[in-house]
């Protein structure tokens, strides 16, 4: 019964190709996140999603496109993908709170992307 | 400034020890504050949310002192299982139930039989 899943595990592919990373949750949550966690273990917020509503974009290339289909997905598609994107992308989810609370974020177990 | 800094570490321990991480955060408008831990190729898992009075959870107590912007996670009689990477995390500030975690680069963690 896994909480946040996403797929794939692994993904290698080449400079300048297009692919996708699926997300989803069975928690009931109506907030989805993406975050990205560099070579050096830094964690960043990429975007968030509330009820299928773009909430929170940061500075994050135009080629990363994120989709929600439904309360329970987020998907993250990326358009010419660059070196520098190989990392493991995470996606969590949490319920809302109040203005200017958070509640605990449940993570997938992660992306690895290498781009070669 | 960085938003949310820990302790460089690694901190290599024996079993038994008793360790304290150190963090802080600019955010003065920041309410919610959480340790997550993180193991090696793993997601970040909640450890403990950090309440103002402190609290305990078995052998770990959080500590917040909201003038300081300082955070501390002590873990006491350290286990092997210990071993992980321990994230400060604090919230951003944004609409209503969407405000980012922010999260600090984390403090390795190795407890050595």
């Known amino acids: 019964d896994t909480a946040v899943s996403q797929t794939p595990k692994y993904l290698v592919t080449q400079m300048g190709n297009d692919k996708s990373i699926k997300c989803e949750q069975n928690?009931?949550?109506?907030?989805m996140y993406w975050y990205k966690q560099d070579s050096k273990k830094f964690l960043k917020i990429m975007f968030s999603?509330?009820?299928?509503?773009?909430?929170i974009n940061e500075t994050v290339p135009n080629r990363f496109s994120p989709k929600s289909p439904d309360k329970a997905h987020l998907n993250l598609h990326i358009n010419s993908l660059e070196l520098g994107d190989s990392a493991v992308y995470f996606c969590a989810s949490s319920h809302v709170r109040a203005a200017g609370l958070a509640n605990e974020q449940f993570f997938g177990p992660g992306t690895r992307l290498t781009v070669l | 400034r960085k938003e949310v800094e820990q302790d460089p570490g690694p901190f290599n321990v024996p079993e038994g020890a008793t360790v304290a991480f150190n963090c802080t955060y600019s955010?003065?408008?920041?309410?919610?504050f959480f340790w997550y831990r993180q193991d090696c190729r793993k997601e970040p898992k909640l450890l403990m949310s950090?309440?103002?009075s402190g609290n305990e959870d078995g052998r770990f107590t959080a500590q917040l002192n909201r003038a300081s912007q300082y955070i501390s996670l002590l873990i006491r009689d350290s286990k092997l299982s210990d071993s992980a990477t321990y994230l400060c995390v604090v919230n951003g500030w944004g609409r209503s139930g969407n405000t980012p975690l922010v999260f600090g680069k984390g403090t390795r963690l190795s407890v050595i039989a």
């Open positions: 950090v309440y103002s």
């Open positions: 928690l009931g949550h109506d907030t």
């Open positions: 955010n003065s408008a920041s309410q919610s």
């Open positions: 999603y509330n009820n299928k509503e773009l909430i």
